[in-house]
């Protein structure tokens, strides 16, 4: 599991005001009630800025803490990350880490419930994401040593229940997969905090060396993944997955773009629900930030999104639209480039007649836009929110096209 999501600097609207905002929430969340102990958290950067929460009280906890926040990917901010695990270590934290929140809870707190759920006594960073409807507090559980125990998430919404709920059954069906190219986090702990879903998970080794990722390499893990739950094969019309993604439509249909969904997945219906496609697995938000690779193995986190029988190759499609949008400032044009690199991304998963190379794509566009619609993303300020800014028109024009 991965200690933070970052997301792509291209797409960055407002997502700095919004985090800010969330910290009063979350502390609110995690601290409730009003007691005589004292809670300080120092906040990394700024209170402007804000990534991480620290433990204020021990220096060596808080230096810890960041060192394990996230591996750095450019020089600079490795740079900047070092700057403050030294200033941390040094005492010279005052000067670069100015902002200090102060809470004074009741009794029942997230710290106290983790320390009688894992017998274990342990401090918390608290991470700080980015504006999305399924953003939830995820909390880095440290030992006195200052030692990354584990990661734990918490469900506060509907929906964010729901899928920490869901993580704790992949983490499970995956644990026994056998899966050799990919390593996932344990699941240590499931269980529920007053009105909250949490789920503790196993630290995954993220701070170790990096190794640059092949493309076999990635599609052998995906593979594994595709086939961990087995595989079936048939006609998109008379499948299990087609059913269950018309239902999902039909409950966003009284939705502007909900609507223009379900008549693009209708006409792909049309014109080729007969098309023969192999269904298996997928982790469903296998991004550059949800994996690490390393000599040995990759480490792929964030499984809230596991779902078994979608057509094969879901993964290697989403990798590809999600890193070309951290790259570019069009996400418009990503979903074009998309479509016109499917041919090869999917041929490693047996994909390669071309009616079956458009349909999965198509459809892989339309289960993430459903995603998204059902999510209410665009309502919680998600940056890529609004489907008819990027992916919608490129949608409708591939799919008329048919």
Same mark, same amino acid.
């Given at each position: 599991?991965?200690?933070?999501?970052?997301?792509?600097?291209?797409?960055?609207?407002?997502d700095? *005001?919004?985090?800010? *905002?969330?910290?009063?929430?979350?502390?609110?969340?995690?601290?409730?009630?009003q +007691?005589?102990?004292?809670?300080?958290?120092?906040?990394?950067?700024?209170?402007?800025? @804000?990534?991480?929460?620290?433990?204020?009280?021990?220096?060596? #906890?808080?230096a810890?803490a960041?060192?394990?926040?996230?591996?750095?990917?450019?020089?600079?901010?490795?740079?900047?990350?070092?700057?403050?695990?030294? =200033?941390?270590?040094?005492?010279?934290?005052?000067?670069?880490?100015?902002?200090?929140?102060?809470?004074?809870?009741?009794?029942?707190?997230?710290?106290?419930? $983790?320390?009688?759920?894992?017998?274990?006594?342990?401090?918390?960073?608290v991470h700080?994401? %980015?504006?999305?409807?399924?953003?939830?507090p995820?909390?880095?559980?440290?030992?006195?040593?200052?030692?990354?125990?584990?990661?734990?998430?918490?469900?506060?919404?509907?929906?964010?229940?729901?899928?920490?709920?869901?993580?704790?059954?992949?983490?499970?069906?995956?644990?026994?997969? +056998?899966?050799?190219?990919?390593?996932?986090p344990?699941?240590?702990?499931?269980?529920? /905090?007053g009105?909250?879903?949490?789920?503790?998970?196993s630290?995954?080794?993220?701070?170790? @060396?990096r190794?640059?990722?092949?493309a @076999?390499?990635?599609?052998r893990?995906?593979?594994e993944?595709?086939?961990?739950?087995?595989?079936?094969? +048939?006609?998109?019309?008379?499948?299990?997955?087609?059913?269950?993604?018309? =239902?999902?439509?039909?409950?966003?249909?009284?939705?502007?773009?909900?609507?223009?969904?379900?008549?693009?997945?209708?006409?792909?219906?049309?014109a080729?629900?007969?098309?023969?496609?192999?269904?298996?697995?997928?982790h469903?938000?296998?991004?550059?930030?949800?994996?690490?690779?390393?000599?040995?193995?990759?480490?792929? /986190?964030?499984?809230?999104?596991f779902? %078994?029988?979608?057509?094969?190759g879901?993964d290697?499609?989403?990798h590809? $639209? *999600?890193?070309?949008?951290?790259?570019?400032?069009?996400?418009?044009?990503?979903?074009?480039?998309?479509?016109?690199?499917?041919?090869?991304?999917?041929?490693?998963?047996?994909?390669?007649?071309?009616? =079956?190379?458009?349909?999965?794509?198509?459809?892989y $566009?339309?289960? #993430?836009?459903?995603?998204?619609?059902?999510?209410?993303?665009?309502? =919680?300020?998600?940056?890529?929110?609004? $489907?008819?800014?990027?992916?919608?028109?490129?949608?409708?024009?591939?799919?008329?096209?048919?």
């Amino acid at each position: 599991m991965s200690p933070v999501k970052t997301a792509p600097a291209a797409l960055q609207v407002d997502d700095e *005001q919004l985090r800010a *905002q969330y910290i009063e929430e979350v502390l609110a969340l995690l601290y409730p009630g009003q +007691g005589s102990g004292v809670v300080e958290y120092l906040v990394v950067p700024n209170a402007r800025k @804000p990534r991480l929460l620290v433990p204020a009280d021990d220096r060596r #906890l808080a230096a810890a803490a960041v060192r394990r926040y996230a591996e750095p990917q450019s020089r600079m901010a490795k740079l900047k990350r070092d700057a403050v695990v030294a =200033a941390l270590r040094t005492g010279a934290s005052s000067v670069l880490l100015r902002d200090r929140l102060r809470i004074t809870p009741g009794a029942d707190t997230i710290d106290t419930y $983790l320390r009688r759920a894992l017998g274990a006594d342990v401090r918390l960073s608290v991470h700080i994401g %980015p504006a999305r409807a399924n953003r939830k507090p995820v909390l880095q559980l440290l030992t006195e040593s200052g030692a990354t125990m584990a990661f734990a998430k918490l469900g506060t919404s509907a929906l964010t229940r729901t899928l920490v709920k869901a993580e704790g059954n992949a983490l499970a069906a995956v644990s026994t997969a +056998g899966l050799k190219a990919l390593r996932v986090p344990d699941a240590i702990h499931i269980g529920q /905090w007053g009105e909250h879903e949490v789920l503790v998970q196993s630290a995954l080794p993220v701070w170790r @060396p990096r190794v640059p990722l092949t493309a @076999p390499r990635l599609a052998r893990a995906m593979g594994e993944v595709a086939a961990c739950c087995g595989t079936r094969r +048939g006609r998109l019309d008379d499948s299990g997955y087609w059913t269950r993604l018309r =239902a999902r439509l039909d409950a966003i249909s009284g939705h502007t773009e909900g609507g223009a969904l379900r008549a693009a997945a209708e006409r792909i219906a049309r014109a080729a629900g007969g098309v023969q496609l192999t269904y298996g697995s997928w982790h469903g938000d296998w991004s550059p930030w949800n994996m690490a690779s390393l000599a040995d193995t990759i480490l792929v /986190w964030d499984w809230e999104r596991f779902t %078994p029988g979608v057509p094969i190759g879901y993964d290697a499609l989403h990798h590809a $639209l *999600q890193l070309d949008i951290g790259r570019s400032p069009s996400p418009d044009r990503c979903v074009n480039d998309l479509i016109d690199a499917a041919p090869e991304l999917l041929l490693p998963f047996g994909v390669v007649h071309r009616q =079956a190379v458009e349909v999965t794509t198509l459809l892989y $566009l339309i289960d #993430l836009a459903t995603r998204y619609v059902t999510d209410r993303q665009a309502e =919680a300020g998600a940056r890529l929110g609004v $489907l008819g800014s990027w992916l919608l028109p490129v949608l409708v024009a591939r799919v008329e096209a048919l």
